[in-house]
Each structure stands twice: as structure tokens, then as C-alpha cells.
């Protein structure tokens, strides 16, 4: 998890620089999250603020997204083209695509946030057992309710064994 989230954070460096951001924001998660809502949270409203009426109302030359994309030199080795400027709704299209890339790569940073602030082993084992302790919980309170309103059901055709 950890060797993750230094991948991560290299990754947020890249797109800071492609964005112009001097300063250190892959340095740790927190600073990462704080980029992440200054600076290309805001270039992306900025984006969409400028694209999205024109590429709805239809009279969008094909141009027009590859021209104001902000994150163009992160995805630089992305098969090219990244755009194809024929149709702006196509390219608008995978424009929002490469930014759910983005918010993926963050959201994932945000789940190794915890590990960042937990510093042995110890605490860090007893935040996974106490996270994942939580979701069997779950699971197996659905699978008792499962077993009583389904029982007679899986008993008719056989499945008994199952329960």
C-alpha cells in the first residue's frame, strides 16, 4: 500500500508540472488532496464552464476541446491522439474520461491517507482489520437474511447444503 501510494504521489508531481505548479504537492497525501481541490479542480470547472455549452448546443468547431483541455501534456503518452477534432461531442466525451483518471488517481490517494498518518505497523494492521472487520460484518448479517427469507427456496431445489 505504501509502495502505491509513493507511485501515486509521482504521479501527482507529473501532473503538477504539466500544469505549471511549482510547488511540492507530491510530497505527501495531504498536500496531493489540497492540489487537487485548488488547482485542477478549478482548471477542470474552468474547462467544462468554457467547452460544455458549446459542445450541447452543437456549434462547437471540432477543435475545441483539444484547444482548451488543460491536462493535455499529462496525458502525453496516451496513444495518440488523444483527440481526434472531428466531433466535439466525441472528444468532449474523452475528455471527461481522462478526468475520471484523474479523480480516480486522487480517490485512491485518499484511501492511503490513513497509512501516511499511522506509523507502525501495528496501528496501520489494526485500521485494516477494524475497515475490512466492518464490511464481513455487513456481508454476513446479508447472508443470515438471505438464509431465512431464501432457506425454504434452496431447500426445494436441492441446495440445502448451501446454507
Not at 63 to 71: I, N, T, Y
Not at 110 to 121: G, H, N, Q, T
Not at 135 to 154: D, E, H, Q, R, Y
Request: aromatic share 12%; hydrophobic share 45%.
Amino acid at each position: 500500500m505504501l509502495t502505491r501510494r509513493l507511485d501515486l504521489l509521482v504521479k501527482v508531481e507529473r501532473l503538477a508540472t504539466s500544469l505549471d505548479v511549482a510547488a511540492d504537492v507530491g510530497y505527501t497525501c495531504e498536500t496531493s488532496k489540497y492540489f487537487y481541490l485548488s488547482s485542477v479542480l478549478a482548471k477542470w470547472e474552468m474547462f467544462v464552464a468554457t467547452v460544455q455549452p458549446r459542445v450541447e448546443a452543437g456549434d462547437a468547431p471540432p477543435s475545441l476541446v483539444a484547444d482548451h483541455f488543460p491536462f493535455a501534456d499529462f496525458f502525453a503518452d496516451a496513444p495518440p491522439p488523444l483527440f481526434r477534432a472531428r466531433d466535439a461531442s466525441e472528444d468532449y466525451a474523452t475528455a471527461a474520461s481522462c478526468f475520471r483518471h484523474i479523480e480516480h488517481l486522487f480517490a485512491e490517494l485518499d484511501e492511503c491517507r490513513a497509512f501516511e498518518l499511522l506509523r507502525s505497523s501495528y496501528d496501520r494492521g489494526n485500521f485494516l482489520l477494524s475497515k475490512h472487520a466492518k464490511v464481513i460484518a455487513m456481508t454476513c448479517t446479508s447472508m443470515v437474511k438471505v438464509a431465512v427469507l431464501a432457506g425454504p427456496w434452496l431447500a426445494s431445489t436441492g441446495s440445502s447444503d448451501c446454507i
